[in-house]
Structure formats: C-alpha cells, structure tokens
C-alpha cells in the first residue's frame, strides 16, 4: 500500500510551476488577433505621448487657402480640415484627449464600481439591496441620455465629461461586480477561510479579489469602446472638448459640414475611433479566453 | 488581522482542560431551521433541517454521521463550524461554552473542516503552499513560519512539499487536492476534525489510500474525528461511534459494532439492508422501505419516520419518541418499540429489563 502511494503520488510533473498571470500572459502572446490589436493601441498611445515629438505640423495652425485639401496631398498626407489644418497632426494630437476621457472614466468606474459591488456582494443582505438598488436608478436611464444629461447640467468641459462617464460606468461595473462576487461567495473555499477564522477584509483580499478581478477588467476593457464613442458624442454635441482642440469627437462634429467636398477626410477621426473601440474589444474578447486556463 | 499582533513561529493546540472523562465536544439541542418564504398570500413556513440534535464526541475518537441526502449531515457540520447561525442549541468544546467560555476565533482553532468537493475548497488562484498557510497567518504566525509548515504539512499528507508547494489546484488530481485540503485543516493544530463527505468523491482506490492517511494521521497528531458520510461501509471502517440522523433528527446512536449487528430503529434496519452485498446469495430483493423521505418543510407529527415505518402503530404519530438507552450500554435509539410502557404492542413492559 505505501509503496504504491509513493510511486502514485511523486510520479508528478516536476516542471517549474508558472503563476496564474504568468500562464495568461503566455497564452495572450500566442493569440495573433489580441497581439495585432495592442500593436496599433499602442502605436497609437505612442503617438499621442510623443506628438510634439514627431516633427508634426503645428495642430493648431490654419490655413484659409489649404482648406479641405484631399488624402495625399504633398505635405498633407491625411489632407487639411476645414480651416486647413494639417489632419495628420491632430488625429495624432487628437489622441492625447481621445484616449484620456475614453480610459479615464472606465478606469475611475472601475475602482469604485469593483469596490462596491465587492461589498454588495461578499455583505449581501440589506447593504447589497441598498447598494443595487440605487445603482438600479441610474440603470434606467440610456447611457447616452445620462452622459449627456449630467455633462449638460455639470457644463461643458473635459473634466466634467470624464465626470459624467465615470457615473454612467458605475452601475455597470457595480453590477457584474456583484454578480461575480455572488457566486464567488458561496465557495467552499470562501468557506474554508471563514472557517479558519479570517475577517470579511481579508477574505474579499485574499480570496474574493483574485477571483472575480479578471472577469471585472474584461468587462471594463470592452466599456473603454464604449466611453470613446459617448464621449466623441457629448463633444460632438457640444458638452465635451471645445474648440480649437483636437479631438475625434469634435473633428467628426466640425468636419461633418465637410462632407460633401471631402468625404474621406471627414471620415477619418470616426476611422481613428471605430480602430480604437474594435482595438479594445478584440482585445478584450481575447483576455477573456486566455485568462480561461482550464481548457 | 485588524489588531497589530507580534508574529508567532508557532500555534500550539488549544490546551487539554478537562483529561479524558470529559467529552472534546458536547452539542446540546441543536436545532436549525430555515424560513422558507411563502407566495403573497401562503404563509411562511420553516424547513426543519436540523431539530434538537444532542452528541458528544469523547477524545480521540472518531463518531460517524450517517443517513440519507436531506437528513441534516451537513447541515450539522456547517453548524458546528459556525459556518451558519444556528436557532438554538450549545456547542461546548472541552468544557468550554462556545460563545461564553470560548471565542469562536479559538473555537476555530480547535477544529477544524474538510469539505466534499476538493476543487471548489481550494482557493484556484493561490498555490497550494499559500492556501495552507493562509489560516496560520490569520492567526498571527509570520510569513516564514506558516509557509514552512505548510510544506512540513504536505509532506504529513503524502505529497512532496518541493513537487507540489507552488502548484495549482488545477494541476493536481481529486486524491492529491484532497490531500492537500486535509493539510489545510492541519495547518491550525486543530483537536477535532470534521470530515464532511471527505472521500465521498473519490475513486474507489484513492478513497481507501486517504482513508488510511486519515487513520495515520489521526495517530500521528491525537486528532479526534466527526465523520460525516452516506458510504456505510467507509463509516464502518473508520467510525467507533455512529449517529443515524433522519430527517434532521438522531434516531439512533451507539457504538458502530452493536449498530451494525444489532440495528434498533426500523430506519437503520432499512438503511443497512439496502447497503449492496457482493455475496449472490445475500442479495437485497424487496426494497428495505418504500417512498421518498417526507418534505422537511412539514415534516410528520410524533416520529417522523412513522410515514414509510413497517411497525407503525397510532403511538407514533402522537409525540416524537425520546432517544432511549437500548441493548448494549451507549447504544440508543428513538423509536417506541424499545420504550418500556409507551403503548407500541412491541414495546417491553414498563420496569423490564432490557434484553
């Protein structure tokens, strides 16, 4: 009996254990769509950090003879805008806001929805209906029809955009927190820690945060496409970025009286932002089959 | 963790208090029941799960729990793990009161669980080194420490600490997590170890090598074992006590030998019979009894197995029979027919002396 428990239980693999990331991270790498689409964010990201780096022409600087020159023009590779700005530098330059108030708020919605739909979760009972059913009110509203009407009652502006998408993305996150924690929860391994004696704290740290962490950042990655696009819309309507700054939102609002001389040009910054939303979607769809180890 | 305590290297068990006469844990009157919510206009009602339990467990030894799905086995466990509030009853650990006399962070210290599904116990983004020494930690051992004895503890449970200290629970099989989660009760010095269905989903073959690691190292550490399983023949193997629940209720207790070769209660002469033989000739061939177990949300009046009982008589539907002193001295029963004068045409006459 002993002998063949021993042969039984030594005859296992001695190969150097790998970390739960680590395994993630190799599969991520050999996923060639994921691996594309972090390529171009990150050529992107690169662009919108580095720009007045680039030897790019001024974003800034009109032109009333250059307006609305076509894709290819020498010197305007991407054309001129409809003040005969250079397109090449502000969709480059465009991605420093772009980018800042389509991450920003999901990030903001991501810390504070995690925290309490962890919370409404692991607690339950009449924290968590009070905690779902406030988030509840504000799952009612379109998020269109909320992002604009808090930006119009907080006014127009950056800070204020990113505010009112940080509120929209609350309740989202907040939700499939929740519901992740909930099943979570009732693991007999949850159990286990209760029962070697562990506060609430530690169990939501050790035990709850790792485990419901992935499926929570998934989500949030898909929502980055979705705060791009709300917030090309409240600039496209005027509650976002203003004038002369470059940013897609505001480029696709003031180009679109454009868009009988020169179509493809005004459609570029709605190509820079279509590029960016499909980016972080694949990206995402792709995190969340590789973060699926057991198959 | 909220108080800043100075890390120990060591957790010593919780001290011996009352020697070997007195019983490691005493549980009296444990009753649970579950509000079930009834529709707009129905009435609430309650899910007796489990009612008026009474049983003690002496030092080092190892009482098994026996009975059907439903029966309140569990539910027992969780109970005394202070995993779930119960209604009513004591728990009293070596003399001590849970709740008075004794913290429930010692109490947890002193003993200690196994779940049934060794997968779902194991935390499956931590390795197995840090879910062993995740319990030390939160009883102020330093980080050094609890991971030494958790390898030291996996080494105690038959799996190499160098092998198997940074893996993954997906990465080993059923018999090894399970292992594994045996160490994990292991890790705080508990005295009283609670095996909830701990083998059950096993393998045959694998099943009786952690069965034997049990008994090792029940030797090993003075361990003191509540065995909780629906596997007869593995309560047999392991148990010196066993407790038939039905229902939420103790029918019948006493020691495994004078259960198994005496059953008093109709339920536990129906439980043993419908046990499969390997002998042809002993072949089960009218079904011990007939019919589900009744719903626990209203459970029968009197005793509750009268519905599916082949002796019942207008007795027992009246009050619940009291658990009685039967046979052999530690051997009890609840049923009518073994108390004297109560009216069951089976019953002894009042002042007789039990055979």
Redesign the interface.
């Known amino acids: 009996m002993t002998a063949m428990t021993d042969t039984a239980l030594q005859a296992a693999p001695t190969h150097a254990a790998r970390g739960y990331w680590a395994t993630v991270g190799r599969r991520i790498v050999r996923d060639k769509v994921s691996m594309a689409c972090a390529f171009i964010l990150l050529l992107i990201l690169f662009g919108a950090l580095f720009a007045p780096w680039l030897g790019l022409a001024d974003p800034y600087q009109g032109s009333m003879i250059r307006r609305l020159r076509h894709i290819g023009t020498p010197n305007y590779p991407l054309g001129t805008d409809e003040l005969g700005r250079d397109m090449l530098a502000r969709l480059i330059y465009g991605g420093r806001l772009s980018l800042l108030i389509g991450i920003l708020p999901v990030i903001l919605a991501f810390v504070i929805g995690t925290s309490l739909g962890l919370v409404a979760g692991y607690v339950g009972g009449k924290i968590n209906t009070a905690i779902m059913r406030t988030v509840d009110i504000f799952y009612a509203f379109p998020s269109v029809l909320l992002a604009i009407a808090i930006s119009g009652a907080l006014g127009a502006g950056i800070v204020n955009s990113i505010v009112s998408l940080t509120i929209v993305f609350v309740p989202q996150i907040t939700r499939v927190a929740e519901s992740v924690t909930t099943g979570v929860r009732n693991a007999d391994f949850v159990e286990a820690a209760r029962a070697s004696g562990a506060d609430a704290f530690t169990i939501m740290r050790v035990h709850m945060l790792g485990n419901v962490l992935g499926t929570i950042f998934v989500y949030a990655t898909g929502l980055i496409s979705v705060s791009m696009i709300l917030a090309a819309g409240l600039s496209f309507l005027g509650l976002g970025t203003k004038p002369p700054e470059p940013e897609w939102g505001l480029m696709l609002n003031t180009l679109r009286t454009a868009i009988y001389v020169n179509p493809w040009v005004a459609a570029l910054p709605g190509a820079m932002i279509f590029a960016v939303s499909i980016c972080f979607n694949l990206l995402s769809d792709g995190m969340r089959s590789a973060m699926d180890i057991r198959n | ?2 108080e800043i305590i100075e890390p120990i290297d060591k957790l010593e068990p919780l001290p011996d208090i009352g020697g070997e006469a007195q019983p490691l844990l005493r549980v009296d009157g444990l009753t649970k029941h579950f509000p079930v919510r009834g529709g707009l206009f129905a009435k609430s009602k309650t899910v007796r799960a489990v009612d008026n339990v009474t049983f003690a467990i002496a030092k080092g030894e190892t009482v098994g729990i026996v009975g059907e799905s439903g029966c309140g086995k569990s539910t027992t466990a ?1 109970l005394l ?1 202070h ?1 779930m509030e119960r209604n009513s009853g004591d728990i009293i650990y070596d003399g001590r009161t849970v709740g008075r006399e004794l913290s ?2 010692e109490l ?2 002193g003993m ?2 196994v ?1 049934q ?1 060794s997968y ?8 197995i080194e840090e ?1 062993i020494a ?2 030390p930690k ?2 102020g051992m330093a980080e050094n420490a609890s991971r030494a004895l958790a390898r030291e503890l996996l080494g105690k449970v ?3 600490p ?3 200290a ?3 629970p ?3 099989s059923g018999g ?1 997590r399970q292992r594994v ?1 045996i160490a ?1 009760a292991l890790a ?1 010095s508990p005295r009283l170890v609670i095996l909830d269905e701990a083998v059950s989903a096993l393998d045959k073959s694998v099943e009786a ?1 952690v069965l ?1 690691l049990l008994v090792d190292l029940k030797r090993e550490f003075g361990l003191t074992y509540l065995f909780i399983s629906h596997d007869l023949n593995v309560v047999r193997y392991i148990s010196d006590r066993v407790l038939v629940m039905y229902l939420g209720e103790v029918v019948e207790l006493g020691p495994v030998d004078d259960v198994w070769d005496a059953p008093a209660h109709p339920y536990t002469r129906a439980l043993l019979a419908a046990m499969p033989s390997s002998d042809p000739d002993n072949r089960t061939m009218v079904p011990p009894i007939t019919g589900d177990p009744p719903n626990p949300i209203d459970p029968p009046s009197g005793c509750r197995f009268h519905t599916r009982c082949p002796f019942v008589e207008a007795v027992c539907s009246g009050e619940s029979p009291k658990l009685t002193d039967v046979v052999a001295p530690g051997h009890q029963v609840a049923c009518y027919m073994f108390i004297p004068g109560s009216g069951h045409s089976k019953a002894p006459p009042t002042g007789a002396v039990v055979p």
Not at chain 2, 120 to 127: G, H, V
Request: charged letters at 25%; proline letters at 2%.
């Open positions: 963790m909220t969780r793990m995993l429930l962070r947890r210290r200690q669980m779940f599904d779902a116990s194991l935390n499956p983004r931590l390795t879910s995740f319990g939160v009883h038959g799996l190499r160098e092998n198997f940074n893996r993954y997906h990465e080993i090894q989660n994990r705080l090598q034997n």
